[in-house]
């Protein structure tokens, strides 16, 4: 189900159905006044950025690791929840960098999912980013780990292998992340490639009034 279908049925129909936030950037859940519990929060941490491309060889660097995922079911409010979405890790400057981390999502201090780990600069034999890990307060969830990016290769696809996966490019500078996905390694050889920025993370808040 891709995310238009999901939150269409989230919503029901005839005023009825779950009240749905989507954070793709930081904010402010507003507790309305009737409201003690959350009914869902999933939270998506961002991507790690994919490694440069060394100069010195053909292979490219390797792909950035996807966020965490993870999603906790009925959480007690009291009060206004502070919103953190993780922004995606810049990839790594051609010939010389290892992408950057991707940072985590998190609702409040009941669900953190962490962002992946950056791709490296060092050739096909490298192994892709670091997968996010996810951490919460309490019981009752549903969480997995975010995906381990495969290295990049000059012989990669440009785009992405998996959901949430990120390649190495098959020329010039690796692809960007999707949502929490990790960035694709940059491209090896003369000049060298930058990788491609790991996608930014989502906070999705359900409840009913």
């Not at 919503?11 to 989507?22: D, I, P, T």
């Not at 981390?101 to 670091?130: E, M, V």
């Amino acid at each position: 189900m891709n995310l238009s279908d999901f939150l269409a049925a989230a919503g029901g129909g005839g005023g009825g159905g779950y009240k749905v936030a989507v954070f793709y950037k930081s904010g402010t859940w507003t507790k309305p006044a009737a409201v003690g519990t959350v009914a869902q929060v999933i939270c998506i941490g961002a991507g790690g950025g994919g490694g440069g491309g060394k100069t010195t060889t053909t292979a490219g660097g390797s792909g950035g690791a996807a966020g965490a995922y993870g999603a906790r079911h009925n959480i007690t409010v009291s009060g206004n929840i502070t919103v953190t979405v993780g922004v995606g890790g810049a990839g790594g400057i051609g010939a010389t960098g290892d992408g950057a981390a991707g940072g985590a999502s998190s609702f409040g201090t009941d669900i953190t999912a962490n962002g992946g780990g950056g791709g490296l600069n060092s050739g096909a034999a490298a192994s892709g980013g670091t997968a996010g890990t996810y951490t919460q307060a309490g019981a009752d969830s549903s969480s997995s780990l975010g995906y381990i990016s495969a290295p990049g290769a000059p012989t990669a696809d440009g785009v992405f292998a998996q959901p949430n996966l990120g390649a190495g490019a098959a020329s010039g500078t690796g692809a960007t992340g999707p949502i929490g996905g990790g960035g694709g390694g940059g491209y090896g050889g003369v000049g060298g490639h930058a990788g491609g920025r790991g996608g930014h993370g989502m906070v999705i808040v359900m409840w009913e009034e």
